[in-house]
């Protein structure tokens, strides 16, 4: 038999090693396969039963790799050697499927604090969902909103984002409101069209089942049998947050998701979402879920980019500290 493996969102070199190192050794453990490596795909020449073993366990890699952005020698080794039912025990199964996207493909919890956002979005009612960008926070909570959608746990997905530009002005593009507004939106759009088939999407969008909406078309509202998430939650000021969060009606699901160290209002200090998990972080069915660099699932530089960006920040609020106890200290 013959069959195709295609390696979405791999880096083949550190997927395969340097002159595919760690793809020969896969090849040496599967000796009765021909296993023959093309660009971003993996073909497999081979008899049925033994093609079988190596799909289960090549996917249970690609779920490791996708995890910690890295591929050893040691886990390949540790990784093949393992029978499937073990490695299905330590979390690697299909228990960590949160739904079934576009041609049958499976969106799951890829790392341990995706996997307790989809557990505190299960006991609890309003979620804070914070951390770095690529560490699947949105998408997580949309692929959420998705399976209780299909699911009929609710009636209504609701997307939003507070219309604070990054360094641009909305006011220069072209086209009306919505024409406008829709490239800011364009990540919700993207994330729902890999889990749901376009033209069933396009039906959601236009009989108002599935809305993508700025923040500011929120207000007056109430949301009741509904998931609603709010992405970049960093960007409200403390009164729309509030007026946010004060939607909720009855069977619905909150979870407001935000990077802390991209805040784009002209004050950090303004920031809804930090004075809310401050004021908030003690009310019952309310959780705050803190994602960080080793739950980035983007290309492995991220990572490096991130830690990078921490340690400058860290560096300078050292200085500012510093400098505040000199003053203390010459006012003495």
């Known amino acids: 038999m013959e069959k195709q493996i295609y390696l979405e969102g791999v880096d083949p070199l550190e997927f395969f090693g340097i002159n595919d190192a760690k793809m020969d050794l896969i090849k040496s453990l599967f000796p009765k396969i021909k296993i023959t490596a093309r660009g971003h795909s993996l073909f497999l020449l081979g008899e049925e039963k033994e093609l079988k073993i190596f799909e289960k366990k090549f996917a249970l890699l690609l779920d490791h790799y996708f995890q910690f952005n890295v591929l050893t020698e040691e886990v390949i080794l540790q990784l093949f050697s393992t029978g499937i039912s073990a490695m299905e025990e330590n979390g690697k199964g299909e228990k960590d499927i949160i739904v079934f996207g576009n041609s049958g493909k499976p969106v799951r919890a890829r790392t341990p604090n995706q996997r307790i956002l989809v557990e505190e979005t299960a006991n609890n009612d309003l979620i804070f969902a914070i951390g770095p960008a690529g ?45 406008k507004i829709d ?17 069933k999407l396009e039906d959601f969008i236009k009989d108002g089942i599935i809305e993508i909406a ?9 949301l009741s049998n509904a998931f609603v998430i709010l992405d970049e939650a960093q960007n409200t000021t403390i009164n729309q947050l ?14 407001i998701t935000g990077d802390t160290t991209q805040i784009d209002l002209p004050r950090r200090s303004q920031s809804g979402l930090i004075f809310a998990m401050r004021l908030l972080k003690s009310i019952e069915s309310i959780s705050i879920v803190l994602f960080n660099k080793g739950d980035i699932v983007r290309h492995r530089l991220v990572r490096d980019i991130v830690a990078a960006y921490e340690k400058y920040y860290d560096e300078q609020a050292e200085k500012e500290e510093q400098g505040d106890k000199n003053k203390r200290d010459q006012m003495e």
């Open 214 to 222: 700025p923040l500011a078309f929120m207000r007056g509202r109430t």
């Open 183 to 199: 490239p800011y939106l364009q990540p919700l759009y993207d994330a729902l069209q890999d889990m749901i088939p376009p033209r």
């Open 135 to 179: 560490t699947g926070k949105t998408y997580t909570a949309i692929a959420l909103a998705v399976r209780a959608l299909k699911n009929r746990e609710i009636k209504k997905i609701v997307l939003s984002r507070p219309a604070v530009e990054a360094g641009e002005n909305l006011g220069f593009l072209p086209g009306d409101l919505k024409e």
């Open 242 to 255: 509030k007026m946010f969060l004060t939607r909720m009606g009855l069977n619905t699901k909150f979870i």
